[in-house]
Structure formats: structure tokens, C-alpha cells
């Protein structure tokens, strides 16, 4: 038993581990000079500042509605709830071709925009909108679970020692759910990140314009295929360097206090 | 004066409530589970919605939300901030009323004092004793200076050597404190220890307030005479005081020791489940210990009670079924009984027993 379960156990750490060794194994001295690359340099920036706006925008909308989702009850709010979820069941190519129709020239919201001089396709705003899109239900959906793990009472007491429902929401809620919170807006950011299928569907891959580095790397492979090896490296540095600073902004966890 | 005063209150528990808890008064609100103890408490704290009317003092307080209400609430489960420490945790109301630092520290020193936990000031929650976790929530209570406590079940689940050195202390301090005190209970024991006066709760309604003894002797009802375990009452003919705190009453033929010190003894109560029976006749020569004939037997949930004549007496008594059944027990059997001398309850007065 024991060894059969060390087997597969074997297996699959290697084929996860896999790529990484395609990394190692990589020509390096030309991949580094390759860092310098216009297509590297611009993508990288698209890809940072979108998804810096993406995660921005999720946060300040995903915190309130998922504490609604978690704290309050209305008739009908289980099958609206189920509207949350599914963008995560959806390919992204499907969700980039809805978003697609939605906010095309003549699509149920595209029109009026058109109407006002507002184009979304194929813009950097279509960009953020195919994240957004994406990667706000990964963290609405830890960021729910993590205010339904805070006590009720511990809110009740919270007001029965003088707080007002913001102060308990800073003070109590939100301290207690900071984990899950965390851990929503690192998914998130990774998703969006990664995002391809619904960006290339509603944004295009328009070098400089709306090409992010994970369509970047898809552009590459035309040329060369180690300016796309650069480019994910530069992706992995990036996703390390996002999860190891919201790690530490984390800080102590009052479990294990 | 009342300090708090509920008037015709109903909510989805609470059937038409009127209830006076008098300026530094401890009042227990007993009742079974599910009764709305909690409910009333709640009530007072403005936090579940409700019908009729609350007043503080003549003020009523309908509209005043629970933060603003000046209650101290210690929760039935012992709710603790889980990422304050001890500290922290009773600094928090008085963080929220915005006193300085030099305040805050002061007050919670006197506090961790008077609570007798200065060692635990930098524990965090999980790492507290359940005895522990009650002086911290009491303390945290307490910090704001409320001018009115309300305590739900707070000796529930803890051992019984602790719950009565924590009940005794409990008292004390409310009698230091001089503070108005609802206190929720379903158990008849600590109830009649820690209260000025007892609100029978049954069923959303308050069907007797009393002091313990006018409770205990003079239940309104058969339900709370159930409530309270079907006391057997015995009117005294004589009274004898032996010196020493200890006086000879005689109630229907028996001659029974009781521990008091004081006027004359009217009457006395006990409960069934504090009377002793065996088959055999008990060694020695015990005190307050009797023989008689079983007159019938009931069996209810738990336990087995017998009725048995002694003398002109009918006294109930109440046994585990183990031990019943260990014992052939029959209609007409004779049995020895003894009733334990420090449960049994002295009235002074002349009321007449209602039932």
C-alpha cells in the first residue's frame, strides 16, 4: 500500500516539476539579453499596470458585496449568488466572447457606449474587463468564506461594548477574515495575470496597446522561442515576487499566536 | 426606584413581559431550556427586535441602539476577540469611548486586579482555562463601568468546585459594584444562590418573581412547583432551638434536625432528590433518619420517584434508576430514609403553602 502511494506520489511531483526543469535547462546568457526586447519591456508594463488596476477594482467592489453575500438574505439571493460563480466554470474563451458581444458596437451595453464615444474592444480598458472578469469571483469567493468564519457574536459583542457596525467591520471582521482575504486577492492577482483566453478574444494582443505578457509569450514563439522562455521568466519572478510581499504584509497570523 | 422596566413585551418568544429589576438588585431569571431567557436579556440589550416597551430609569430606551444602551453583556459561549489578547480584550470598550492611553491602562490594571487574572494580561484567548476565559469576559464586561450587567448561563460548563467558588465571588462583587444585574440560569441551585430575587420564565412568559424562599415555599402554579422539583414541604408544630446554629422541628410526628440560626421555624422544604432511601437499615445512629412504607412508585425520565408514609407525613423521594434497580423495591415495602440535613430549606414566615 505504503508503496504505491509513494509511487503516484513520486509521479506526480515530478511532471508538476517538469516545466521547471525546462526552465533550468534553458539557454541563460541568451535569454537574459533578450530582457531588453521592446516586446518584453511593453508587455511587461501592460501586464503589471492592468492587473495592478484589475486587482484594485476587485477588492474595493469584491469586499463589499462578498461581505452581503456572507452577512445578509433576501429572497432569490442563492440564485443570484450562483451569478458569482460562474465565471469559474466558464472557459475564458466562451467569457471573452460574451464580453465580446456585450460590448461591441452593436451589442446590449456596447451600443450606448458607442453612442457616448466609449469603444471597449480591443483597448486596454477591455483588457482590465477580461480580468476583472475572470479573477473577482477567486476572491469574492475567499473572501465570503473567510466573513462566514467570523463568529456572529463576536460581532454582537462587539456592539454590545460600544462599537458601531464599522468600527466591529475594521476592528473584528475584518482582522479576523484577513486571511482569507489575503489569500482571494493572491489567487485573483495570479489569475489575472495568467489571464489569455478571455484577453485575446475581447482586448486583441496589440503590441504596446493590449498584449500582456502571457500573450506576449504566445507572439514570441512566432520568432524565437526563447524571447518566449524571457518572457516567462519574467512572468515567474513577477507571480514570486507578488506572493512573497503579500506574505509578508500579512505579517503574524493570530493563530498561531 | 426600578432601574429597568420591561412593559408588555412580545417578540417571536416573549409573550406579554412585564418585568422590574430594581436599582442593585440581582435578579435570576430560571427556566428550562428554551423558555427565552436569553430572549429577555437580549431585550434589555436592545439587541433582538420586540413589542412594547423598555424603560432605564423612566427612560425609555426603545429607539436607543445596543452600543449606546450601557449594558455589560457576557455571553452564554464565553465570546473572547480571538486575535486580542487578555488585555486587549477588556481595553476594547473603553478603546471605543476614546479614553487615553493612561486611562485605558490604569482601569484595566484595577480590572485584571479585581478579577484576579494581573498573570494573564498578555495570553491570547486559546490559551485560557474556561474558569479563565469567564474572569476575562466578566472583566471585559465590567471595564466600561455599565450601569447595568447582564449575565447568560456564565457558570455553564465548568466544573462544580470552580462554579462555586466563581458564584460566590460573582455575588461579592456585585455587591461591591452596586450594580443592577440580570443573571440567566437554568440551574434551581445557583439560581436561589446568587439571587435577590428569582423571575420564573416558561414558555416566553414570566409566570412568578420572588425571592428564593417565596418561590421555593409559596410556587404560584403546579408548572413551577415542577420547574423547581416538587419540594416536600412540611409545616412545623414545634420548634426547638439546641444552640449551636442548629434547631429540632416537629412536622407531622417527625422530630427533624435542621442547621439555623435564628427566629422560629414555620416551615421547612427539601427536595425528593435529597432524600436518601435504602432497603437496609443505614449503621449507627444517623440523624434525621426515619422508617416508612412505600405508598407508590413513579417512574419519570431519569430517575424513579417513590412516595413513602412516614408517620402522618407523605415524603417524596427521588432515586437514580441504577440504583432502584438494585434494590427490590415494592408497593407496601418498608424503607429507611434519611434527609440530608444541609438541603434543607427554612421559611420564617406564615404564608400558606398555595397548592
Known sequence: MKGIVFFCYMVCALFLFSPIIALVSGPWSYVVSLLGDTLVVQALLISLKSSFISIIIIVVLGLPASYFMARYCFPGKQVLDTVFELPLVLPPAVAGLLLLITFGRNGPIGQYLYRVGIQIPFTFTAVV???VFVAAPIFIKSAKSGFQGVDRNLEITAATLGDTPWQTFIKITLPLSWNSILTGIVLAWAR?????GATIMLAGNLPGKTQTLTLAIYTAMERDMNLSLTIALILILVSFIILTTLKFIGGKRWEEV | MPLIKLKNVSNYICQNVNLQVFDRELL??????????????NVIAGLVEYEGKVYFDNVCVDKIPAPERGIGYVFQNLILFPHLDVFSNIAYGLKVRGQSQAQIETRVKELLKMMKIEHLASRYPRHLSGGEKRRVVLARALAPSPEVLLLDEPMNNLD???????????KQLQRKLKITTVYVTHNLEEAEEMADRIAVINNGRVEQVGTPEEIFFNPANEKISNLIGKPNIFI???CKDLGNGVMEVTCGGLNIIVP?????????????????????????AGVNQFKGIITDINYNNEAVRL??????NNITAEIPYQIYEGMDLSVGRKVFLKLK???????ESEDNYRL
Not at chain 2, 412516595?307 to 402522618?312: A, E, L, M
Open chain 2, 236 to 238: 412545623c408544630e414545634k
Open chain 1, 192 to 196: 489575472a495575470l495568467a489571464e489569455f
Open chain 2, 341 to 347: 440535613l444541609r438541603r434543607i430549606k427554612v421559611c
Open chain 2, 260 to 284: 439555623h440560626d435564628g427566629n422560629s421555624i414555620r416551615r421547612i422544604a427539601l427536595l425528593p432528590r435529597d432524600v436518601y432511601v435504602s432497603d437496609a437499615e443505614p449503621p449507627g
Open chain 2, 307 to 312: 412516595t413513602i408514609k412516614v408517620k402522618h
Open chain 1, 129 to 131: 474587463i477580461a480580468q
Open chain 2, 28 to 41: 435570576v431569571l430560571f427556566g428550562p431550556n428554551g423558555a427565552g431567557k436569553t430572549t429577555l436579556l
Open chain 2, 160 to 170: 462544580l468546585r470552580t462554579t462555586k467558588y466563581l458564584r460566590t465571588e460573582l
